[in-house]
C-alpha cells in the first residue's frame, strides 16, 4: 500500500447535484478539469480541461483499475456512484479510502493529539455554533494538525456560490470571460485554488497517518460494490 497507489479526489459540486469542477493527483500528476459546459469561457481562460461529469468519471474508473480512490468523507464515492448508475456503465466495484475516517482513527488514537485537536479554536470564528460544530472535522480545520499551509482565500462553504456568481457573470455577458468585473475573476481563481488545495492536502495527510500507523489508512479502505 503506496502512496502512488492512491488517486486523490475531489470534486466541487452544489447541494443540487450540479457539477462545477474536479481535480486528481496520483503520484506526481496533477490535474484538474472543468465540469460545467456554462464554465468553458473560464477553462479556456485558464487552460483547464473541460470534460463532462460521464466523461471525467469514466477516466477515474479507468486509472482505479490499478490504483485506490482517496477522498475527505464518502461524498466522491457516492457522486462517482451516482454517475455510473445513471449511465449504466458496466463498473462492478471501486476500491476506495475515506480519508476522513482515517484522520479520525488518527486524531483519536492518541490522546495527546485528541485534546490537542479539542483545544484548537473553531476554523471560522464568525461562524455560528451549528456551522462550527459542523465544520469541526472539515478538511481545513483537520490540516491544522498537520505541516499545512491553509491559504487565506480558503473558505469552507463558499465555492459553490463562488462558481455561481461566475455562472451569472458569464450569462450577463454573453459568455465573455474578458468582461467579467475583477471580483468576478478573483472568485472564479479562488473556487478554482480552493478545489486544488483540498486534494493536494490528501497526499500530505496521508503521508502522516500511515508514517505512523498505516492501520488507520487500511481500515478505512475498502471495496464498495458500485
Known amino acids: 500500500m503506496e502512496i502512488d497507489n492512491f488517486l486523490f ?5 452544489d447541494t443540487n447535484e450540479e457539477f462545477f469542477c474536479a481535480s486528481y493527483k496520483l503520484g506526481p500528476i496533477f490535474k484538474q478539469v472543468i465540469l460545467n459546459e456554462r464554465l468553458l469561457p473560464l477553462a479556456e481562460h485558464k487552460r483547464i480541461d473541460y470534460l463532462t461529469p460521464e466523461a471525467f468519471i469514466s477516466e477515474i474508473i479507468d486509472l482505479a483499475e490499478d490504483s485506490i480512490v482517496a477522498a475527505y468523507s464518502e461524498a466522491e464515492l457516492q ?9 449504466n456503465q458496466n463498473v462492478l466495484s471501486l476500491q476506495y479510502c ?3 475516517a482515517a484522520v479520525k482513527r488518527h486524531i483519536n488514537s492518541c490522546p495527546e493529539r485528541k485534546n490537542l485537536f479539542g483545544e484548537l479554536p473553531p476554523f471560522l470564528s ?16 483537520v490540516a491544522r494538525l498537520f505541516t499545512v ?22 450569462a450577463a455577458k454573453d459568455g465573455n470571460y474578458a468582461k467579467l468585473t475583477s471580483t468576478q475573476k478573483a472568485k472564479a481563481t479562488k473556487a478554482l485554488n480552493h478545489n486544488k488545495f483540498d486534494v493536494e492536502v490528501l497526499p500530505i495527510i496521508f503521508d502522516r497517518i500511515f508514517a505512523e500507523n498505516p492501520h488507520h489508512i487500511r481500515r478505512s479502505t475498502d471495496i464498495y460494490q458500485m
Not at 9 to 13: A, G, P, Y
Not at 151 to 170: C, E, I, N, W
Request: proline share 4%; glycine share 4%.
Open 126 to 141: 464568525l461562524a455560528n455554533s451549528y456551522q462550527q460544530k459542523k465544520m469541526r472535522y472539515s478538511l481545513a480545520s
Open 9 to 13: 479526489l475531489d470534486f466541487e459540486t
Open 149 to 170: 499551509n491553509i491559504p487565506a482565500m480558503y473558505h469552507p462553504g463558499q465555492t459553490s456560490k463562488r462558481f455561481k456568481d461566475v455562472l451569472k457573470g458569464l
Open 79 to 87: 457522486t462517482i456512484k451516482r454517475v455510473v448508475q445513471s449511465e
Open 98 to 100: 475515506n480519508m476522513r
